[in-house]
């Protein structure tokens, strides 16, 4: 049988389902992209687009000796669907790669549904099929539900890994409507001048930092199921945790003012609140690190105590979600293959990482592999020295007993070593070897693969 005689199941549509769906479909083999939403909504996503950016509208660095930017260069290199369309969606954010969340989103939507051999199916799958009674299908299917999957799949789910799901929960951060800003008490400037003057900086001394920190562990917060086993992912902890951790957490975490002086005064404040562009418009701006649990009221009256915020209205308020993932390391397989149901695949952060490009990265290689698998061709491991080898490496080969979602980094990446065995130069030149490395083994990798 042809590509074009065959078909992948894909259930979800968000960064991991529309790469899957674009990898398969442009392999010739016919795509049934399944979205619950808007017919069935979540407690994060404001639209029924696919591919919707939930919390933060940054994709990490553009660095290539950032753990974000590597990712982003090898994903170029696999012809990744939904960075070539958000290279034309970017908003100024110093060495930043952040988006317009909602005109990308729509764009990629209108892109998907373009595609000939991709059908949309707008309605929620409750089962996995050939799972339970659910009834069987004679092609892959591809889960990329993301952590918001609805509670009967999650449920159907159990039945392949025979276990309860795992959770962590996660938070996103108030967007503030740019001309309830007053720029008279706040300067623009990107740290260490990188790139244009792209942040909206609110500048605190000592006395203004503490009664935040104050306000902050004192305030009302929304109370959610589990939250006594401090259940959060570290990247994207509440600001209220961080400065429950202590009095100088946040002043060295997401309110550091390294590298960002004030022009005005030639001084650099004690204390620096960050608000990043969140549309190409300037409409709207995003409080940057501002994850939170707060009750709405709660958020509102202190975030207006900011210095130019007095008057400032909310597009949106953080608000915390549960987040659904499997044990990767016990499911699946170096191919985001169930071990336990060959034809089936799992992608996005259901499976167990953690952040955009990653989920980007897991739904284009589980795109690739069920594509290859369908056309009879042989399947090559991504390289354990490549960004998205290491990846795959870590959730499918990580303990399984102290399994958590993660975001690539640097150190999944083996060291490069000198003759004698010895780590090679400084931090940096580590970083610049590993990436050099990453980048060649991953082109030799798709020259061998046929990608």
Same mark, same amino acid.
């Given at each position: 049988?042809?590509?074009?005689? $065959?078909?992948?199941?894909?259930?979800?549509?968000?960064?991991?389902?529309?790469?899957?769906?674009?990898?398969?479909?442009?392999?010739?083999?016919?795509? %049934?992209?399944?979205?619950?939403? &808007?017919?069935?909504?979540?407690?994060?996503?404001?639209?029924?687009?696919? #591919? !919707?950016?939930?919390?933060?509208?940054?994709?990490?660095?553009?660095?290539? @000796?950032?753990?974000?930017?590597?990712?982003?260069?090898?994903?170029? +290199?696999? /012809?990744?669907?939904?960075?070539?369309?958000?290279?034309?969606?970017?908003?100024?954010?110093?060495?930043?790669?952040?988006?317009?969340?909602?005109?990308?989103?729509?764009?990629?939507?209108?892109? =998907?549904?373009?595609?000939?051999?991709?059908?949309?199916?707008? !309605?929620?799958?409750?089962? =996995?099929?050939?799972?339970? @009674?659910?009834?069987?299908?004679?092609? &892959?299917?591809?889960?990329?539900?993301?952590?918001?999957?609805?509670?009967?799949?999650?449920?159907?789910?159990?039945?392949?890994?025979?276990?309860?799901?795992?959770?962590?929960?996660?938070?996103?951060?108030?967007?503030?409507?740019? /001309?309830?800003?007053?720029?008279?008490?706040?300067? +623009?400037?990107?740290?260490?001048?990188?790139?244009?003057?792209?942040?909206?900086?609110?500048?605190?001394?000592?006395?203004?930092?503490?009664?935040?920190?104050?306000?902050?562990?004192?305030?009302?917060?929304?109370?959610?199921?589990?939250?006594?086993?401090?259940?959060?992912?570290?990247?994207?902890?509440?600001?209220?945790?961080?400065?429950?951790?202590?009095?100088?957490?946040?002043?060295?975490?997401?309110?550091?003012?390294?590298?960002?002086?004030? &022009?005005?005064?030639?001084?650099?404040?004690?204390?620096?609140?960050?608000?990043?562009?969140? /549309?190409?418009?300037?409409?709207?701006?995003?409080?940057?690190?501002?994850?939170?649990?707060?009750?709405?009221?709660?958020?509102?009256?202190?975030?207006?105590?900011?210095? #130019?915020?007095?008057?400032?209205?909310?597009?949106?308020?953080?608000? +915390?979600?549960?987040?659904?993932?499997?044990?990767?390391?016990?499911?699946?397989?170096?191919?985001?293959?169930?071990?336990?149901? !060959? /034809?089936?695949?799992?992608?996005?952060?259901?499976?167990?990482?953690?952040?955009?490009?990653?989920?980007?990265?897991?739904?284009?290689?589980?795109?690739?592999?069920? *594509?290859?698998?369908?056309?009879?061709?042989?399947?090559?491991?991504?390289?354990?020295?490549?960004?998205?080898?290491?990846?795959?490496?870590?959730?499918?080969?990580?303990?399984?007993?102290?399994?958590?979602? @993660?975001?690539?980094?640097?150190?999944?990446?083996? %060291?490069?070593?000198?003759?004698?065995?010895?780590?090679?130069?400084?931090?940096?030149?580590? $970083?610049?070897?590993?990436?050099?490395?990453?980048?060649?083994?991953?082109? *030799?990798?798709?020259?061998?693969?046929? =990608?």
């Amino acid at each position: 049988m042809t590509g074009s005689e $065959k078909k992948i199941i894909v259930i979800g549509a968000g960064l991991a389902g529309v790469e899957a769906a674009y990898q398969v479909s442009k392999r010739g083999i016919a795509v %049934e992209l399944h979205e619950m939403r &808007p017919g069935t909504n979540t407690e994060a996503h404001s639209t029924g687009f696919f #591919g !919707e950016l939930v919390c933060s509208n940054s994709l990490g660095s553009t660095q290539v @000796t950032s753990a974000s930017g590597l990712l982003k260069e090898e994903l170029k +290199m696999l /012809d990744s669907f939904f960075l070539r369309i958000a290279e034309n969606y970017r908003v100024p954010a110093g060495s930043s790669y952040s988006v317009d969340r909602v005109r990308l989103a729509e764009k990629i939507t209108l892109e =998907i549904e373009a595609i000939p051999n991709i059908t949309v199916i707008r !309605e929620e799958v409750g089962q =996995i099929p050939g799972v339970g @009674t659910a009834p069987a299908v004679d092609c &892959p299917v591809i889960v990329a539900t993301g952590p918001l999957t609805g509670g009967e799949l999650a449920r159907s789910i159990t039945g392949i890994t025979m276990r309860k799901n795992l959770f962590f929960y996660d938070a996103t951060s108030p967007i503030i409507d740019a /001309d309830t800003i007053d720029l008279e008490k706040v300067y +623009m400037a990107s740290r260490y001048d990188k790139g244009e003057a792209d942040f909206i900086n609110i500048p605190l001394d000592e006395a203004q930092y503490n009664e935040f920190v104050k306000d902050l562990t004192e305030a009302e917060k929304v109370e959610i199921e589990d939250v006594d086993k401090d259940v959060f992912f570290d990247a994207c902890l509440p600001i209220e945790e961080i400065a429950r951790r202590g009095e100088k957490s946040l002043s060295f975490g997401p309110l550091k003012p390294v590298g960002l002086i004030d &022009p005005r005064t030639d001084v650099r404040p004690y204390a620096v609140v960050q608000l990043r562009q969140d /549309d190409l418009q300037k409409n709207f701006y995003q409080m940057v690190g501002f994850q939170t649990r707060l009750k709405w009221g709660e958020q509102k009256r202190i975030f207006r105590k900011l210095p #130019g915020l007095e008057k400032a209205e909310f597009e949106r308020f953080g608000r +915390m979600h549960r987040n659904t993932y499997i044990n990767g390391p016990l499911i699946i397989d170096k191919f985001y293959r169930c071990k336990l149901k !060959e /034809d089936l695949y799992f992608a996005g952060q259901i499976c167990g990482v953690e952040g955009y490009v990653e989920s980007i990265c897991s739904g284009l290689a589980a795109g690739i592999f069920a *594509a290859k698998s369908v056309l009879g061709e042989p399947c090559y491991n991504l390289p354990e020295i490549t960004a998205c080898g290491a990846l795959v490496h870590y959730v499918s080969q990580a303990d399984w007993q102290s399994f958590r979602p @993660t975001k690539f980094s640097f150190g999944l990446l083996p %060291e490069v070593t000198g003759a004698r065995g010895r780590r090679k130069g400084s931090k940096r030149m580590r $970083k610049e070897l590993k990436a050099a490395r990453a980048l060649e083994s991953l082109q *030799a990798w798709i020259e061998k693969a046929g =990608i």
